[in-house]
């Protein structure tokens, strides 16, 4: 890993078509300088995306990457950390591809603590597909498919997340360049699964959900006495209706990731083996 890289060298050569003020352009900027402050290049970076406004991501950086299939970004992800320790896998979606058909594969990333951060841009709708409620959208959000509100109350990541044994929550506002930046660093720096929610707004199809709603309702955590270590004040924070917070909420100090706990320390190509198993390669063929 270069002492001298920038978090310029993380941009790729392709221009995101992401609408003119979407908050994901501020979610990417604060990806790339936190993989550079914590010391990673994009040759030792890999990069998950699953599908939503979020999903080309991997294309907008420079690193290794791969735009998965909907909802299962992270078993990809888990997958590459576990095939090459070495690398520093960042995982990247969106409220629908992972609070709605990804949920499974979400609580099941948390309980096994794979020492990777997942960034979720959540935006509280579906863009990509034009206006429709996602898993987040609140009870009375009006679209042309729910003119009435989907009628039901928006999952709460943060408390899906320490349900499911998370060691570590925190949740960011892209417009806040330096507060995001400095929270997806610690996700990186933590010994384990690094989840953080960021606030990324939809300027095309949510005017709810606004940057100014989100400056005005903020509570950054980091600016009172709150204690992230603490699980039980963080239950109280995850499950405050009233309130919308920023910051790491959570976080085990004393977590061991499941590469450690499972004794996968090793880059699965340098260790010595006999090849595929026969008719390996004519069952891929079939498939693909």
């Known amino acids: 890993m270069s002492s001298q ?3 310029t060298d ?28 914590t010391g990673n290049d994009p040759d030792n970076t890999f990069v998950v995306a699953g599908i939503g406004c979020s999903g080309k991501i991997g294309t907008y950086m420079h690193s290794y990457a791969i735009h998965g299939v909907h909802g299962r970004a992270l078993p990809v992800g888990a997958g590459v950390k576990m095939a090459n320790p070495d690398l520093e896998v960042m995982v990247a979606g969106g409220d629908g591809d992972g609070y709605s058909i990804g949920a499974g594969h979400f609580v099941h990333a948390v309980r096994r603590n ?32 729910t003119p009435e509100g989907p009628q039901q109350p928006p999952v709460n990541p943060l408390a899906l997340a ?10 960011s506002f892209s417009s806040d360049a ?12 933590h010994d384990g699964f690094g989840f953080v ?3 990324s707004p939809c300027v095309t199809f949510n005017d709810v959900d606004t940057y100014d709603y989100f400056r005005d309702s903020l509570v950054d955590l980091a600016e009172t006495d709150y204690d992230p270590t603490d699980r039980e004040a963080a239950k109280e924070k995850v499950l405050d209706a009233d309130k919308e917070y920023m910051g790491v909420l959570y976080q085990d100090e004393d977590s061991v990731p499941y590469e450690e706990t499972h004794g996968l320390d090793s880059n699965m190509s340098e260790i010595d083996h006999d090849g595929a198993p026969e008719g390996a390669m004519d069952l891929v063929r079939e498939f693909y």
């Open 178 to 189: 330096l507060r995001h930046q400095e929270i997806v660093q610690k996700a990186i720096e």
């Open 5 to 7: 890289v920038r978090f």
């Open 162 to 171: 320490l349900a499911s044994g998370a060691t570590f929550i925190a949740q």
């Open 197 to 199: 929610n960021v606030f």
């Open 10 to 37: 993380f941009k790729s050569d392709k221009q995101p078509t992401w609408c003119p003020g979407c908050g994901d352009f501020g979610t990417m900027n604060g990806m790339m300088k936190a993989l550079a402050e």
């Open 114 to 145: 794979v020492d990777m951060s997942y960034v979720v841009m959540d935006n509280r709708i579906y863009g990509l597909t034009k206006g429709q409620a996602s898993p987040t959208s609140r009870e009375d959000f009006e679209t042309s498919t």
